[in-house]
């Protein structure tokens, strides 16, 4: 059994959130990456496309996540799955931080509105 502990997760920054990286290729992974995604308070996200599934589940906090267009406030326990070639973003309107568990798999990569793509180094 492989485990991870908090301490060894690779934290990275990126728009204003930290991505703890626990599962990737690096890390061992063939299929499929999880991250703690941390975003602070008036935390405005970039919106971007993907192109593979994403699965969040909030842990702490609150956030609106929009997908396609469509905007929702989500909280603890609530979970939002973002489909292959969605536009996704979310945003910490609140004064407090959130926190989310975030998986999908190996090749994520993301467009963002002015055509450049980004691959996440936590997916790799």
Known sequence: ????REQDAVAHQLHGATF???VAPSSGSSELCAWRLEVAAGTTGVPHRVNREEVLLVLSGELTATVDGAGTQVRSGDVVFVPAGASFALDNTSGAPATAWVTTTVGLEATLADGSSISPPWVR
């Open 1 to 4: 059994m492989s485990v991870i």
């Open 20 to 22: 703890n990286s626990f």
